[in-house]
Nanobody
């Protein structure tokens, strides 16, 4: 069994910051890509940021320069530092991991981020 658990969401004012965490545990020998996705009401789930096992990162254009993804391989954990938050960043943020050798995908249950004054 593999568990993926997100934490760190909450209510923040525009311009504020939040840091999300995602920890994977269970029957995991290694993890390939890890990433953050988000889904706002009425919208499809979209990629926010991802990081490979080698540390190569990718970001959605809408968050470049404001969000930073980081990874601790020894803890099977990723983080998402979100700065200068905007109301349009409001969404449920999900963590996704890809596990070798078959690329099995696991998702967390999500953590809600609300940006509002």
């Amino acid at each position: 069994q593999v568990q993926v658990v997100e934490s760190g969401g909450g209510l923040v004012q525009p311009g504020g910051s939040l840091k999300l965490s995602c920890a994977a545990s269970g029957s995991i020998f290694s993890i390939n890509d890890m990433g953050w996705y988000r889904q706002a009401p009425g919208n499809e789930r979209e990629l926010v940021a991802s990081v490979t096992g080698a540390g190569i990162t990718d970001y959605a254009n809408s968050v470049k320069g404001r969000f930073t993804i980081s990874r601790e391989n020894t803890k099977n954990t990723i983080y998402l530092q979100m700065n200068n938050l905007k109301p349009e960043d409001t969404a449920v943020y999900y963590c996704r991991i890809d596990v070798p050798p078959n690329g099995m995908v696991y998702w967390g249950k999500g953590t809600l981020v609300t940006v509002s004054s």
